[in-house]
């Protein structure tokens, strides 16, 4: 009942508040304009990050007001919730100033590994690998592994999101994989987070298909992106039989190869990791033919493919 009412609540808001953001950003004119590699062609309100962060939060808060005991049952340690909120929290924050006012590719990666180190210093942590032979304790590489794991997952939805809808319809996805994956062992508080997440990103993706009235922005892109990644963390250490490290590796596959594929293209050409470019998948499909919602749709596919096969392949170690 609990998931439900939490799910069903960031639904709601995320329905109810979405258009209201995107009126508010037409008033202040935080437009994100067209041209260069986006491919939108008019101005678009670029602050849908922050009715999916308000949605997630309400969401979240009455589902602790509903149980008072959310961050210390099930498994998931009393201080794995505070890690998820904080280090969100600041990823909000520097996305909205971002998306308002602009900031350097290397100030907003320092503010992802100071978010990332926050989360791993409040207990968010990959500190061991469950693994079909036996575990292995990482001892004092849990820290960069960690690190390494939330910068990498919050980049990797950065970067795919230059569709309508479509980092939204990955991220679904991928989350509906690791809610029948929490779930099946019952690790009820990452499902909380799971249900407050998808009714969150249900209800932006009501405007943000194609033809979109809206787009997340980087404070939407980060917040999906490190929520997402503190979910598999969870997954991979708590519950009763956690899951092993390739199980969200498959299922984060696409935006995953995507960026590998980004850091290897623009290495070979002597550019910057970071400059933009349109070589993206996304774009690739674009070029040979596809419309905007068909190659949505195709690769938002491919990555309920890779969903279902974490989930196989999760249940078959």
């Known amino acids: 009942m609990l998931i439900a009412l939490t799910f069903?609540?960031?639904?709601?808001?995320?329905?109810?508040?979405?258009?209201?953001?995107?009126?508010?950003?037409?008033?202040?004119?935080?437009?994100?304009?067209?041209?260069?590699?986006?491919?939108?062609?008019?101005?678009?309100?670029?602050l849908g990050g922050v009715a999916m962060v308000l949605a997630f939060g309400i969401a979240i808060a009455?589902?602790?007001?509903?149980?008072?005991?959310?961050?210390?049952?099930?498994?998931?340690?009393?201080?794995?919730?505070?890690?998820?909120?904080?280090?969100?929290?600041?990823?909000?924050?520097?996305?909205?100033?971002?998306?308002?006012?602009?900031?350097?590719?290397?100030?907003?990666?320092?503010f992802q590994v100071?978010?990332?180190f926050l989360a791993w210093a409040l207990g968010l942590s990959i500190e061991r690998l469950h693994l079909p032979w036996g575990i292995v304790e990482l001892g004092a590489l849990a820290?960069?592994?960690?690190?390494?794991?939330?910068?990498?997952?919050?980049?990797?939805?950065?970067?795919?999101?230059?569709?309508?809808?479509?980092?939204?319809?990955v991220v679904l996805t991928v989350l509906g994989a690791?809610?029948?994956?929490?779930?099946?062992?019952?690790?009820?508080p990452t499902l909380l987070v799971v249900a407050a997440m998808v009714g969150a990103a249900i209800g932006f993706l009501a405007y943000n298909l194609h033809p979109a009235s809206i787009i997340m922005g980087d404070a939407g892109s980060m917040f999906l992106g490190f929520t997402v990644a503190a979910v598999a963390i969870s997954l991979t250490?708590?519950?009763?039989?956690?899951?092993?490290?390739?199980?969200?590796?498959?299922?984060?596959?696409?935006?995953?190869?995507?960026?590998?594929?980004?850091?290897?293209?623009?290495?070979?050409?002597?550019?910057?990791?970071?400059a933009?470019?349109?070589?993206?998948?996304?774009?690739?499909l674009l070029r040979r033919g596809l419309s905007q919602r068909d190659?949505?749709?195709?690769?938002?596919?491919?990555?309920a493919a890779l969903a279902i096969l974490a989930v196989l392949i999760a249940r078959l170690d």
């Open 8 to 46: 069903a609540t960031a639904l709601i808001v995320g329905l109810l508040v979405t258009p209201i953001v995107r009126h508010f950003a037409y008033g202040l004119d935080l437009l994100d304009q067209p041209g260069g590699r986006k491919i939108h062609q008019a101005p678009i309100p670029r």
């Open 62 to 110: 009455l589902s602790t007001f509903a149980s008072p005991d959310l961050g210390g049952t099930a498994g998931l340690r009393p201080n794995r919730m505070l890690a998820i909120l904080l280090a969100a929290g600041l990823l909000f924050v520097v996305g909205v100033l971002d998306d308002i006012r602009g900031m350097r590719a290397s100030i907003k990666l320092a």
């Open 114 to 116: 100071a978010a990332a």
């Open 143 to 169: 820290l960069p592994i960690t690190m390494i794991w939330i910068v990498g997952v919050i980049n990797a939805v950065n970067l795919i999101d230059g569709l309508d809808g479509l980092a939204s319809g």
């Open 178 to 188: 690791f809610g029948l994956l929490a779930a099946a062992d019952g690790v009820d």
């Open 237 to 274: 250490q708590d519950g009763v039989s956690p899951v092993a490290p390739w199980v969200p590796i498959v299922a984060l596959g696409l935006p995953i190869v995507d960026t590998a594929w980004a850091v290897i293209r623009r290495t070979a050409r002597g550019d910057a990791v970071f």
């Open 276 to 284: 933009p470019d349109s070589g993206h998948i996304h774009h690739q």
């Open 295 to 303: 190659a949505m749709l195709s690769l938002t596919a491919v990555s």
